[in-house]
């Protein structure tokens, strides 16, 4: 799941506006967390679907998907075959660094995602694109919030970070902060690289849950820049092209530390 935002969020509009699953959902209750997550009745096609974008990134991963994000991935042992129970992952999750999922009928009202977010419960569809749509889609979908998002939350770092998103996204009070702070999710929850051990590698989950993007970004067609949050805040983002500029973080302690430097210097954490 990606925030809703104002006019230039990632996952909110179609280029006619005609996309449902794009229209953000202003909560009117809260949400089912974890084991209130009921496993939907889904159809043969539909875990089908999963299956083959499943076995599809397996095969594209090894060597292209950072090491921390694998070892979330074995971590959460997410079955292959069929769709995981919301209430099963978020278990798993609950066990390894204390963040839950709840269950959101589409994209979310950004205050509503930063507010889960800051106290530690991500967000997640549990429907599936169509097979049409196998290759992108501009909605959230239970492949892009479960595969791309939740691995990565194992790693401890990671999902301090993610809550502190959370947390200085709820207590930014003017607009061009806001538009940074967006463009600092884009480029690093989203679209993020990290340098490895063996080089570099993909931890954004909008790269690994997409075909195209992971077999795109790595290459010299685009440009890579150091990390730090001033030079992500300052770069727009074009939903509708592959990335590029992509930013590259060293460690997910550097990730981590910059961000809080930035926000504690605008008053946000
Ligand atoms: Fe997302």
Request: with cysteine; aromatic share 12%.
């Amino acid at each position: 799941m990606t925030p809703a935002e104002t006019s230039a969020h990632p996952e909110t509009s179609t280029p006619d506006g005609s996309d449902p699953r794009c229209i953000p959902h202003k909560m009117t209750g809260p949400l089912p967390v974890g084991a209130e997550c009921r496993y939907p009745n889904y159809s043969a096609e539909e875990q089908d679907v999963w299956k083959t974008l499943y076995a599809r990134m397996e095969t594209l991963l090894p060597g292209r998907a950072a090491d921390e994000y694998l070892t979330g991935l074995h971590t959460l042992d997410l079955e292959r075959d069929r769709i995981p129970a919301l209430a099963d992952v978020s278990r798993k999750l609950e066990r390894c660094t204390g963040w839950r999922i709840c269950r959101t009928p589409g994209l979310l009202d950004a205050h509503d995602f930063f507010s889960y977010l800051a106290n530690r419960v991500f967000p997640s569809t549990d429907y599936i694109r169509a097979r049409s749509e196998l290759d992108y889609t501009p909605a959230p979908d239970c492949f892009h919030d479960i595969f791309g998002h939740t691995p990565m939350i194992v790693h401890p770092r990671f999902a301090d970070f993610y809550q502190k998103i959370g947390q200085a996204a709820l207590a930014c009070r003017d607009a061009a902060t806001e538009t940074e702070l967006t463009r600092i999710y884009w480029f690093t929850v989203e679209f993020g690289l990290i340098r490895n051990p063996a080089g570099l590698r993909i931890y954004g989950n909008g790269i690994i849950s997409s075909s195209g993007e992971t077999q795109h970004c790595l290459t010299d067609k685009v440009t890579k820049i150091p990390y730090t949050p001033e030079r992500l805040g300052a770069q727009p983002y074009d939903i509708w092209h592959f990335q590029d500029p992509l930013f590259v973080i060293d460690s997910f302690d550097q990730l981590e530390q910059e961000f809080v430097r930035w926000s504690r210097e605008r008053g946000l954490l």
